[in-house]
């Protein structure tokens, strides 16, 4: 399976910070927000990812992340000069993603919580078992601001609407996504919006109409983090801090994924943290070493 990091628009909520910086390398407390949905490909086992952005941005994205090798893994990089839909991934990605399967989580969602990566392994069996596409559903109290989904007990989905006025259900449909190879095909059939966008609402109702769509939930006690505005974004840093300096634990640290995976040996994971050795991330990683 390859993932994809949709890292592109132009971020315009949080205007004037995103005149200068893409909001996806915006600091989230201790690091890039980028780390976050790099994280969860990772603790996918998706080795080989692709992060798309504009034509501005995407220079400041390779220095951050490079190749990907320091971690392990492989990074890839295409652009997206205007923002036309999420859908419009899988068409600029569709040479990368080739005959595999494919995850795509977008660039400023944030999760955390107990038992994620359980639910990321079934995400995976459903799309490479039974070949069908799997998203996530978060309960939200004003599910009329979100694409929705209707579900049964067995996780099948029975509908999908935008933003509707009499929403079926309070489960949003959050940012990532897991695909069959199909996908390809149906982005590329997707008509554009009355705004001009190909909507993953469109393809993930194209799933749906092949009685191929699933819906995992995200249940009571996880957080799903949007960080779009001052507001969330600053939220989004407290959460973090606050769980982080409780348990001592980093949440979403690349370097830390790829280690306990042995992705990167010992004295690679040293050599990532002697550079930042005079703060309290880089001490985070040395630790690592001598725990081991």
């Known amino acids: ?14 205007y004037p910070i995103t005149k200068g910086i893409s909001k996806q390398l ?4 201790d690091k890039p927000m980028v780390y976050y949905p790099l994280s969860v490909l990772m603790n996918s086992d998706i080795k080989d990812i692709l992060l798309i952005s504009t034509p501005f941005d995407l220079p ?7 190749d990907g090798s320091q971690w392990g893994i492989h990074i890839e990089y295409a652009q997206q000069p205007k923002p036309e839909g999420l859908a ?25 919580g107990a038992g994620f990566n359980s639910l990321l392994t079934q995400a995976k069996n459903c799309v490479e078992d039974e070949g069908k ?4 559903g978060y309960y939200v109290d004003n599910p009329s601001r979100y694409g929705v989904a209707e579900f049964d007990q067995q996780g099948n989905c029975l509908g999908i609407e935008e ?17 069959p190879n199909s996908v390809i095909q149906l982005s590329q059939e997707i008509k554009p919006s009355k705004r001009g966008e190909y909507e993953i609402t469109d393809l993930n109702r194209a799933f749906l109409e092949r009685g191929s769509l699933k819906l995992l939930k995200l249940d009571r006690g996880f957080a799903w983090l949007d960080t ?4 969330s974004l600053s939220e989004a840093s407290n959460y973090i801090e606050t769980i982080e300096k409780r348990q001592s634990l980093k949440i979403a640290c690349p370097e830390e994924i790829a280690y306990s995976k042995n992705w990167i040996t010992s004295e690679q994971l040293r050599e990532l943290a002697l550079p930042m050795a005079s703060n309290q991330y880089g001490q985070y990683l040395l630790k690592l070493v001598e725990d081991k």
């Open 1 to 14: 399976m390859k993932g994809i990091i949709l890292a592109g628009g132009s971020g315009t909520r949080l």
């Open 26 to 29: 915006m600091p989230v407390y």
């Open 60 to 66: 400041m994205f390779q220095r951050l992340l490079g």
């Open 88 to 112: 419009q991934a899988f068409v600029i990605g569709k040479d990368f993603i080739g005959d595999d399967s494919v995850c795509m989580v977008l660039g400023d969602n944030i999760f955390h």
């Open 133 to 136: 596409a799997c998203i996530f």
């Open 163 to 179: 933003k509707p006025e009499k929403p079926k259900s309070h489960y949003a449909v959050v940012g990532l996504y897991f695909y």
């Open 228 to 231: 779009g505005t001052f507001d």
